[in-house]
C-alpha cells in the first residue's frame, strides 16, 4: 500500500515558540492532504485540506493563522504550529490521497506535539 | 451531512472471543464507509472499506464488516479476538461523490481483550 511519513512523531517545544511537522508521501503523489487534530480519548477532528499549489481550506473554528498549512508539492506539506501554547500540545495526523484514490487516503504515524 | 456513531466507548473481550464493534451513520444517500485501526501512538491504517457490491467486506487481520442499508449500520466483526487486536478502532464515513473523499470520523471504540 502507500506510504505516508510523518516528521517528527514527537516534539517538545516551549511556550511561544514555532513548530514545524512534515508530511510526505513517499510513493504517490498526494494531490490531496488532510490534517487531524487528536485530543486524548476522542475522535479526530479534521482542521484543514489542501490540494497541491493551493491554499488550503480550514474547518470552522481552526485558526489559520495559528496553523499555517503549505502544500508546495506533491509529495510534502507541512504544519506549522505558530506561537505554540501549552493547549495546542495534541496528537497531530495528516494523511494523504492520490490521484485517482477517490476513496481512500493513507494515514501518517502521526505527531505527539507537547508545549511546555 | 452525514455523521456516525459508535456505540461504547469500551468493549471488553476475552481472547478467543467474538469480537463486535458497532457502527452507524446518517446520511442521505448511504455513503462509503471505512473501519480504521490505531494502535497507542500511531496513525490510522484501513481495515476494511466499503464503496459498492457485495455487502459483506472483508479486511485485514480476520476482520470483517456488514453493510445493512436498513439498519444504516456497518458493524465490524472478528470470529475470534487475539490478544494483538487490542487498540482503538474508527468508524469512517465519506460522501459519495466521486473524486471526493472527505471522511468524517466516529469517536472510537477502544477494545479490550483479556486473557
Known amino acids: 500500500g502507500a506510504v505516508v511519513s510523518q516528521h517528527p512523531s514527537r516534539v517538545i517545544c516551549k511556550s511561544g515558540t514555532s513548530v514545524k511537522i512534515e508530511c510526505r508521501s513517499l510513493d504517490f503523489q498526494a494531490t490531496t492532504m488532510f490534517w487531524y487534530r487528536q485530543f486524548p480519548k476522542k475522535s479526530l477532528m479534521l482542521m484543514a485540506t489542501?490540494?497541491?499549489?493551493?491554499?488550503?481550506?480550514?474547518e470552522q473554528g481552526v485558526e489559520k493563522d495559528k496553523f499555517l498549512i503549505n502544500h508546495a508539492s506533491l509529495t510534502l506539506s507541512t504544519l506549522t504550529v505558530t506561537s505554540a501554547h501549552p493547549e495546542d500540545s495534541s496528537f497531530y495526523i495528516c494523511?494523504?490521497?492520490?490521484?485517482?484514490?477517490?476513496?481512500?487516503?493513507?494515514f501518517g504515524q502521526g505527531t505527539r506535539l507537547t508545549v511546555v | 451531512a452525514q455523521s456516525v456513531t459508535q456505540l461504547g466507548s469500551h468493549v471488553s473481550v476475552s481472547e478467543g472471543a467474538l469480537v463486535l464493534l458497532r457502527c452507524n451513520y446518517s446520511?442521505?444517500?448511504?455513503?462509503?464507509l471505512f473501519w480504521y485501526v490505531q494502535y497507542p501512538n500511531q496513525g490510522l491504517q484501513l481495515l476494511l472499506k466499503?464503496?459498492?457490491?457485495?455487502?459483506l467486506v472483508k479486511g485485514i487481520n480476520g476482520f470483517e464488516a456488514e453493510f445493512k442499508k436498513s439498519e444504516t449500520s456497518f458493524h465490524l466483526t472478528k470470529p475470534s479476538a487475539h490478544m494483538s487486536d487490542a487498540a482503538e478502532y474508527f468508524c469512517a464515513v465519506s460522501p459519495r461523490i466521486r473524486g471526493s473523499y472527505i471522511p468524517t470520523f466516529g469517536r472510537g471504540t477502544s477494545l479490550i481483550v483479556h486473557p
Open positions: 446520511s442521505s444517500v448511504p455513503p462509503y
Open positions: 494523511s494523504a490521497r492520490g490521484r485517482g484514490l477517490n476513496t481512500e487516503a493513507f
Open positions: 489542501s490540494n497541491e499549489g493551493s491554499k488550503a481550506t480550514y
Open positions: 466499503y464503496t459498492t457490491g457485495a455487502t
